[in-house]
């Protein structure tokens, strides 16, 4: 077994719950990025703190094809008074990390 890879796997079951956080957090990145490409965002607007209205100019149909990726890709139903507090791609990040994996500890 290569060194560096055992020291990884090593480094990962240390940590515990922290390491399976960071995980989480980097595949709902990685899925929330899906959901902006599939909207129509470019790769280089999609940044945390990037806000939906000023930066990434999201109007109403830009709302409606997120929420509908959002869902299928994340699982979850979105209410419109909490789709109104995602102001920026890290807002949506917090949200997910709490709405996602809360549930499934």
Do not use: P
Not at 11 to 38: D, H, Q
Not at 57 to 84: A, H, K, M, P, Q
Not at 90 to 102: G, S, W
């Amino acid at each position: 077994m290569n060194q560096k890879f055992a020291y990884s796997i090593f480094k990962f079951t240390c940590k515990g719950n922290n390491s399976i956080k960071v995980m989480e957090e980097k595949k709902i990145r990685r899925n929330l990025y899906r959901v902006l490409r599939k909207t129509g965002v470019q790769k280089n607007d999609i940044q945390l703190e990037a806000s939906f209205d000023s930066d990434l100019n999201f109007d109403s149909v830009d709302w409606i094809i997120f929420t509908f990726y959002l869902e299928g890709i994340f699982n979850i139903s979105v209410r419109d008074e909490e789709l109104y507090k995602l102001g920026s791609i890290y807002d949506t990040v917090r949200y997910l990390k709490h709405n996602t994996f809360a549930t499934s500890t």
